[in-house]
């Protein structure tokens, strides 16, 4: 059996094409905990966002859900995409022990997966976008009142 103990070399190549990266992400809350869907979380994701596009990085668009947030971001490239979802999650974590709740507010870490050029960043929206009627809040998803698009983001 034969163990990689380092990256294999290819990847940076790979990954060289998707410079700066769009990233699609979503966080959960912890024990999936329903308390995200209100006006207070989105006006601090849609003031961080703004925030932070000076800096090169943006958030496009997004659907906040009670439990979860997807969002799509492409950030610069001395950004760390970690540290730019720490200090969204410290953001809204502000709204949430503002409105009582009491820690913790988020599952550790996040999921992401940058969109590759066959990937169609329409088609994941599509899919992301359905969420709220999949889940029975809403019969359309325009219906769905935390969602949107802070900066254009286009695919290249």
Known sequence: MRIIKRTPPRVSQIFA???????FLTMNTWQRAKCLNNLGILEALRLYAEKNIPQG???GRFVVMPDHIHLFARLSTDSKLS??????????SAVLKGQGLESPWWQP?????ILRHDESYSE????????????GLVKTPDEWPYQGEIARIDRV
Do not use: C, E, M, T
């Open 17 to 23: 094409d998707y410079n700066p990266p769009l990233y």
């Open 57 to 59: 990085r943006a958030i």
């Open 83 to 92: 540290d730019f979802v720490r200090i969204l999650k410290q953001s809204l």
């Open 109 to 113: 870490g996040f999921f992401d997966h």
């Open 124 to 135: 994941k929206w599509d899919y992301v976008r359905q969420n709220p009627v999949r889940a």
